[in-house]
């Protein structure tokens, strides 16, 4: 991953392989140019959990392990699913208008998974990312309970990963004001509908007043228990 001056993120290479030790992942890390050299490496908080048990007795983190394996930097991601999944949708709100903060770089095949070292883009990202899903409630499960937004937790190894980097990242920048004001006229003018062009401005200008003025507490005294 890489940002450039603008800020823009870019997804450029990846690593998607189950089933090897600590050790054997570590080994095909090494090709993946400036891994192993990342001051922080962002990572499920569940691995730093002491869950694996050792021959002597004592439990150790998944952490620990790739630790002493020489991975060094490790640190808890933020985990909250609906928070990253929104963080991704403001890097790419309003294309129409402007380009994406966030791109991902992919010259291979990402119509299936594949299992390997990509050091010229992310074929299973896009991958995990086109079969994102909202959880599915039955009909008996919605006369108990209200819909919900609830991400499926499946097929998100490598969008878990983008999800920590950017939560811990800098939020996008908005448009300027005077570009977004300029797009709402432009809308109404391709549209024709010019009658709620006066209302629409309003509230848009309300909501910007609203940003700028400062937030005042009511100060209480004596205080509560005295």
Same mark, same amino acid.
């Given at each position: 991953?890489?940002?450039?001056?603008d800020g823009t993120i870019?997804?450029?290479?990846?690593?998607?392989?189950?089933?090897?030790?600590?050790?054997?992942?570590?080994?095909?890390?090494?090709?993946? %140019?400036?891994?192993?050299?990342? @001051?922080?490496?962002?990572?499920?908080?569940?691995?730093?959990?002491?869950? @694996?048990?050792?021959?002597?007795?004592?439990?150790?983190?998944?952490?620990?392990?790739?630790?002493?394996?020489?991975?060094?930097?490790?640190? $808890?991601?933020?985990?909250?699913?609906?928070?990253?999944?929104?963080?991704?949708?403001?890097?790419?709100? #309003?294309?129409?208008?402007?380009?994406?903060?966030?791109?991902?770089?992919?010259?291979?095949?990402?119509?299936?998974?594949?299992?390997?070292?990509?050091?010229?883009?992310?074929?299973?990202?896009?991958?995990?990312?086109?079969?994102?899903?909202?959880?599915?409630?039955?009909?008996? @499960?919605?006369?108990? @309970?209200? $819909?919900?937004?609830?991400?499926?937790?499946? #097929?998100?190894?490598?969008?878990?990963?983008?999800?920590?980097?950017?939560?811990?990242?800098?939020? %996008?920048?908005?448009?300027? $004001?005077?570009?977004?004001?300029?797009?709402?006229?432009?809308?109404?003018?391709?549209?024709?509908?010019?009658?709620?062009?006066?209302?629409?401005?309003?509230?848009?200008?309300?909501?910007?007043?609203?940003?700028?003025? $400062?937030?005042?507490?009511?100060?209480?005294? %004596?205080?509560?228990g005295y």
């Amino acid at each position: 991953m890489a940002i450039d001056c603008d800020g823009t993120i870019y997804c450029l290479a990846e690593y998607y392989q189950p089933g090897l030790t600590p050790n054997q992942h570590i080994d095909h890390l090494r090709r993946l %140019p400036g891994f192993l050299s990342a @001051q922080a490496i962002w990572a499920d908080p569940s691995i730093f959990y002491k869950s @694996q048990a050792q021959s002597d007795g004592g439990f150790k983190s998944i952490a620990d392990l790739y630790r002493e394996a020489g991975l060094p930097g490790l640190t $808890p991601g933020e985990n909250p699913e609906l928070a990253g999944i929104e963080r991704m949708l403001e890097h790419w709100r #309003d294309l129409d208008h402007r380009e994406p903060t966030l791109k991902i770089v992919c010259p291979y095949d990402y119509s299936r998974k594949q299992f390997g070292l990509f050091s010229h883009g992310c074929p299973n990202l896009l991958w995990e990312l086109m079969h994102t899903r909202r959880k599915q409630l039955t009909a008996s @499960q919605l006369m108990r @309970q209200n $819909p919900t937004e609830e991400i499926l937790d499946k #097929d998100n190894h490598l969008r878990d990963a983008l999800k920590y980097i950017l939560l811990s990242l800098p939020t %996008p920048p908005e448009r300027p $004001p005077n570009d977004e004001l300029g797009r709402i006229i432009a809308n109404a003018y391709e549209s024709g509908n010019y009658g709620s062009l006066a209302v629409t401005i309003a509230r848009y200008q309300a909501k910007q007043q609203a940003k700028c003025e $400062p937030i005042h507490y009511r100060d209480r005294w %004596p205080p509560r228990g005295y």
